[in-house]
Nanobody
Framework: VQLVESGGGLVQPGGSLTLSCAASGSIFAINAMYWYRQAPGKEREVVAVITSGGITNYSESVKGRFTISRDNAGNTVSLQMNSLKPEDTAVYYC???????????????WGPGTQVTVSS
């Protein structure tokens, strides 16, 4: 099983960017899916979460600007980021609470991360 993020890059303040994450491999089921970020010198923090039923939650710092969505059939999760600010600059990570084929319990899986830089 692996998770791979895409869509990072350089964007000007006020701009938009969409991140995507695809989970592949021998997957039986996926529970919640998350986006985290880690800025230089700071701890990794959760940005947004979406359950298998589509319930979402966001950190206060991105509420109203970011939207998380998922495609259960395709095992993908996306993060639409609008009105980006320099303080959104970070490496963004996809995380999934996932049950692998043949496993007895859900486990935590991470992507390698994608860099988002907001700068003029």
């Amino acid at each position: 099983v692996q998770l791979v993020e895409s869509g990072g890059g350089l964007v000007q303040p006020g701009g938009s960017l969409t991140l995507s994450c695809a989970a592949s491999g021998s997957i039986f089921a996926i529970n919640a899916m998350y986006w985290y970020r880690q800025a230089p010198g700071k701890e990794r923090e959760v940005v947004a979460v979406i359950t298998s039923g589509g319930i979402t939650n966001y950190s206060e710092s991105v509420k109203g600007r970011f939207t998380i969505s998922r495609d259960n059939a395709g095992n993908t999760v996306s993060l639409q980021m609008n009105s980006l600010k320099p303080e959104d600059t970070a490496v963004y990570y996809c995380n999934a609470d996932l049950l692998e084929d043949g496993a007895y319990d859900y486990d935590d899986y991470w992507g390698p991360g994608t860099q988002v830089t907001v700068s003029s």
